[in-house]
């Protein structure tokens, strides 16, 4: 079973900065998609940011601009650097590998608070 584990989450003042990691237990990051989702009490999940198998990125258009997403394959791990941070980025924030076409899998760490305050 893959595990993926977010860290680096926290309480940070509006236009501060934070950067987000994740870490997988295989090279799951290195074969198809890989993406940051973020849940705001009240809301559903929605996608931050993206990488696809090819590395095209996309990003949410509130955060464009702001949040760049990165992944270390080598590493196996993948970040989220976010900066100019609002309170509206208050949310908890999971990371997802997901791909497969033959074999589909969608992988989901724990998650990560970040609260921003004003």
């Known amino acids: 079973q893959v595990q993926l584990v977010e860290s680096g989450g926290g309480l940070v003042q509006a236009g501060g900065s934070l950067r987000l990691s994740c870490a997988a237990s295989?090279?799951?990051?290195?074969?198809?998609?890989v993406a940051w989702y973020r849940q705001a009490p009240g809301k559903q999940r929605e996608l931050v940011a993206r990488i696809a198998s090819g590395g095209t990125t996309i990003y949410a258009d509130s955060v464009k601009g702001r949040f760049t997403i990165s992944s270390d394959n080598a590493k196996n791990t993948m970040s989220l650097q976010m900066n100019s941070l609002k309170p509206e980025d208050t949310a908890v924030y999971y990371c997802?590998?997901?791909?497969?076409?033959?074999?589909?899998?969608?992988?989901w760490g724990q998650g990560t608070q970040v609260t921003v305050s004003s």
């Open positions: 997802n590998a997901h791909g497969g076409s033959a074999y589909p899998y969608n992988y």
């Open positions: 295989t090279n799951i990051f290195s074969i198809g998609a």
